[in-house]
């Protein structure tokens, strides 16, 4: 199995992506520490546990730097460090610009951004003994490319492929590998949280003609977990489906 003995740490792995890439790491025979802010991370890690690869759960916001710092300590004290790190956590508010509140703006930098920043900080401290350490970013399509109606929500995700690039540079002569991931439009929870006009305006743009599954995307952060790429190290990987500007 890919993962086999490695302890991976997945935020916001109640639902959608989070939980799709915390199947699909278990099914690699990973031992996982999960975190969201829902019940529903408890029920995933009971799912998911077993004798040789244990699950554990923990609820709470990341955004809180004392909860991130708990993670990690968590993390040293059940499994001894962090191999893998799985940045998922996020949040999407729809608007406009000149109509999205400072309440807003601000609760998606927190959670997007900085919450990330932090976690990924107190994650490298518990690598020192890590078996081939790598950090997985979840960026979007709309950090990339830009979309009308999600200019904060892109703005955050355009700032996780800027800091993707420097940790890479930062932590790769210390055997940390940092890249990320783009989703476009994924059928998850996330995407029902922008109107239906929205997101049909955009499916026309999907050169593979669907939209892409939660798995599709877990698929590539295993690829990124494993040693498949173990020389792979600030790239950004667009799943997307050949989703057009």
Request: hydrophobic letters at 45%; proline letters at 3%.
């Amino acid at each position: 199995m890919l993962l086999d003995g490695r302890v991976a740490l997945v935020t916001g792995a109640s639902r959608g992506i989070g939980a799709a890439i915390a199947r699909a790491f278990a099914a690699q025979g990973a031992s996982l520490l999960l975190c969201a802010r829902s019940e529903g991370v408890e029920t995933l890690a009971a799912e998911l546990t077993t004798a040789e690869h244990p699950v554990r759960a923990m609820r709470g916001n990341v955004s809180d730097p004392s909860f991130s710092r708990e993670l990690i300590a968590s993390a040293r004290k059940e499994y001894g460090r962090v191999d893998v790190l799985v940045n998922n956590a996020g949040i999407l508010r729809q608007g406009l610009i000149g109509m999205s509140s400072t309440d807003h703006m601000r609760e998606m930098l927190d959670v997007n951004v900085l919450a990330l920043m932090a976690l990924t900080q107190y994650a490298t401290r518990a690598m020192d003994r890590a078996r081939s350490p790598s950090i997985v970013n979840l960026t979007s399509i709309a950090g990339t490319q830009g979309a009308e109606g999600l200019s904060v929500y892109a703005a955050s995700k355009a700032a996780v492929v800027g800091y993707t690039l420097s940790s890479a540079k930062e932590l790769a002569p210390k055997g940390i590998r940092v890249n990320a991931i783009a989703p476009g439009l994924i059928d998850t929870d996330m995407m029902r949280d922008v109107t239906a006009a929205w997101a049909e305006r955009r499916l026309p743009l999907i050169r593979m003609g669907r939209v892409g599954t939660p798995e599709d995307v877990a698929g590539v952060a295993v690829f990124l977990a494993s040693d498949l790429s173990r020389y792979v190290t600030g790239q950004v990987i667009g799943v997307d489906g050949g989703m057009t500007p």
